[in-house]
């Protein structure tokens, strides 16, 4: 107080000219004093944030560390989906004959497959991938979709002369009926180190259904029914039409699934996409094929 008493008393006492020349020096001495003090916080800011940032990357590397699997890359492995192994026949709608492949176009295009170094892979196997588990340099996997007839007596001996495996997505509906697998070639196959696939009991439209016991039917009931007729776990589900919603997908987990396909077409998996795995459904359209084959996506 004496001190502010003392500069007011010299202040009073100065001409006009010395008073605005004593306050200018007084504002700088005090801007000077507000910017000194200023950076030195910044500064202590900016420090403490270079510090706090390693510190971010330590906390992300110990979740990674914990959880080895988010490590795994994506992978590409081209899933291809077919229907009908053979020719079409006179009067065959248009509309049926995109689910045929005739068995030379098949053979053809196991054989592309084999001169382009690829290796066939199980569903089993890419879910292994993602927990650690290696594969071949260029892994395909070749599906076949609702346990036809025409699979077995065409497409499996091609399969087995090229030395390939492939899975079969079988509805238990249909299996014994005319044109459809009977239960002892669902055996013979998985036997033989093809592997079986869960398509439902019924090969119904699974995203229109809600509700959750009927869901349980088609997802739960048909796994078991495929197990007791093969003796062995089944990992892997191929969506009905290719269609699935969230409810689906839960139940699909919950029922012991470890991978389930869909359609659309992208030949990149990662661990996220276990449950919705895209593929390419396969016609006597070689060109599409081989396009498929080397695409990049
Ligand atoms: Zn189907």
Redesign the pocket.
């Known amino acids: 107080m004496l001190c502010l008493k003392t500069i007011y008393a010299i202040i009073k006492d100065m001409k006009l000219k010395l008073k605005i020349i004593f306050l200018t020096v007084i504002f700088l001495i005090i801007s000077i004093g507000v910017f000194f003090v200023s950076n030195k916080k910044n500064a202590r800011i900016k420090f403490e944030n270079q510090l706090s940032i390693p510190a971010k990357i330590d906390t992300l590397n110990t979740k990674v560390t914990s959880t080895p699997s988010k490590l795994i890359p994506p992978i590409r492995v081209p899933i291809l989906v077919y229907h009908s192994i053979r020719p079409s026949y006179v009067g065959e709608p248009n509309a049926n004959k995109i689910y045929d492949v005739h068995p030379n176009n098949f053979e053809k295009q196991l054989k592309y497959l084999k001169a382009q170094g690829y290796t066939t892979i199980s569903f089993e196997d890419l879910t292994n991938y993602f927990d650690g588990k290696s594969l071949p340099t260029k892994p395909v996997i070749i599906s076949l979709?609702?346990g036809l007839e025409t699979q077995f007596t065409n497409a499996v001996p091609i399969l087995n002369k090229e030395g390939m495996t492939a899975t079969f997505f079988i509805y238990t509906n249909a299996i014994g009926r005319p044109k459809f697998f009977t239960w002892e070639q669902v055996r013979e196959l998985s036997k033989f180190n093809m592997e079986i696939g869960g398509?439902s009991k019924s090969?119904p439209y699974l995203w229109k259904i809600t509700d959750t016991t009927k869901l349980k039917i088609e997802i739960v009931e048909s796994k078991k029914i495929i197990e007791e007729q093969i003796g062995k776990t089944i990992t892997a589900f191929a969506y009905?039409f290719g269609l699935h919603k969230p409810i689906t997908i839960s139940e699909i987990k919950e029922a012991g699934y470890t991978s389930a396909r869909i359609g659309f077409e992208r030949t990149t998996h990662t661990k996220d996409d276990l449950y919705t795995l895209h593929s390419f459904m396969v016609t006597n359209d070689m060109k599409r094929f081989y396009a498929v084959i080397n695409n990049q996506k």
Do not use: K
């Open positions: 979709d609702d398509h090969h009905p």
